[in-house]
């Protein structure tokens, strides 16, 4: 239980604006960005598998490559010797549309690669949660750079709502 509101709360803060205020000491900068959360629950007759399971089709079926993921859940275990909610950071990259945003401003990086997480919650729901950019910060981008972003945040909101239906 504890573990799944430390995770929302480092969700929600990486959500909150940062001051653009340069630390003199360390050399290191921060810049102010706006961030939504999606989220959406996985209906109770899909299971935490066919979830990732439409989820990657439906990436694939967007061009987006698979590129890693992280069953977070497993370290938990293995550093608490206790069983954990399972917990698991799927990512997912254009190459292309990366490569149009970097050249765009390299800030962009740390948006990469797309991230989507699938997470048992103290219930035993199972949510969908993704960091996705503010539409402002992409409005900002050169028209090619833009369009790309945008199909690629389409695509992730599209996997989000397959994998809760298990959509094929």
Known sequence: MNLIRIVFSLLFALALPTA??????SGISYHDVKLQIARIQVQDSVSFDDAVESLKLRANQHNLK??????LYKEIE????KPAKRMEIYNFCDGLTANKMLAADPMMIAFMPCRIAILEDAQGKRWIISMMMDLKLVKKLPAD????AERVMAAMKDMMVAASRSDL
Do not use: I, M, P, Q
């Open 20 to 25: 653009s205020v340069a630390e003199t000491k």
């Open 78 to 81: 293995a550093l608490t010797g």
């Open 145 to 148: 750079a833009r369009n790309s």
């Open 66 to 71: 698979f590129v890693g993921v992280n069953a």
